[in-house]
């Protein structure tokens, strides 16, 4: 069973732009979870999606929105970049309920400069 | 506002030797508890989940649930090299959305 499959590893962009991030989650996985980790501030919780809907919302500014599609694809994107949006974005899947174990693609690598 | 907190380490032990990672939480009414490992550069993954109280043993990892002191426990046996990451607790309480800790490094000396 493939894994969870996030694309591109790595971008750089300047402050300002804009980015879009893809995640795959796992065959038959419906929960799509965006996380964004930094050193200082550890891994924090961005969105989460099940059945195209947003079920959960973190504290961050609108300029970080998602989707999800009917195959459970997911995408995330940030406007007007700023330098502070660097970091690791990581998205998790998994089936969508309670307790739930996330599994967790390869993440990408955003760099503002 | 829910927190879990975790010792930043680095916790060093010596190859062989019983490693022991801590976390408390401080929602009541969490329910469901992970623990994942975090090499540098990679991704987390998923190394033991425990719901109830007591021990969970899974080869060389046992994880220990007291949910009157809101404490949940790591344990590596005869730690490897190769063990030496970052370890983060997550906690889920109602909602569908674990909270994590900033993680314990570490480092497994031969």
């Known amino acids: 069973k493939a894994g969870v499959t996030q694309t591109p590893r790595y971008l750089i962009k300047t402050r300002g732009q804009q980015v879009t991030l893809s995640c795959s989650p796992i065959?038959?996985?419906?929960?799509v979870s965006w996380y964004q980790q930094t050193p200082g501030q550890g891994l924090q919780f961005l969105f989460e999606y099940f059945s195209e809907t947003q079920r959960n919302k973190g504290n961050f500014p609108g300029r970080f929105s998602g989707r999800q599609f009917s195959n459970s694809r997911s995408e995330m994107n940030v406007s007007t970049l700023e330098l502070g949006d660097s970091a690791l974005y990581l998205c998790?899947?998994?089936?969508?309920?309670?307790?739930?174990?996330?599994?967790f693609g390869s993440g990408t690598q955003l760099s503002v400069l | 506002q829910k927190e879990v907190e975790q010792n930043s380490g680095p916790l060093s032990v010596p190859e062989g030797a019983i490693a022991s990672l801590n976390c408390t939480y401080s929602?009541?009414?969490?329910?469901?508890f992970f623990w994942y490992r975090q090499y540098s550069g990679k991704s987390p993954e998923l190394i033991m989940s425990?719901?109830?109280?007591g021990d969970k043993e899974d080869g060389r990892f046992t994880a220990q649930l007291n949910k009157a002191s809101q404490y949940v426990s790591l344990l590596i046996r005869d730690s490897q090299p190769s063990d030496s990451a970052t370890y983060l607790c997550a906690v889920r309480g109602g909602s569908y959305i674990p909270t994590f800790g900033r993680g314990t490094s570490l480092i497994v000396h031969p």
């Open positions: 425990i719901y109830s109280n």
């Open positions: 065959s038959g996985h419906r929960s």
């Open positions: 998790a899947s998994s089936l969508g309920g309670h307790n739930e174990k996330l599994f």
């Open positions: 929602d009541r009414g969490s329910q469901s």
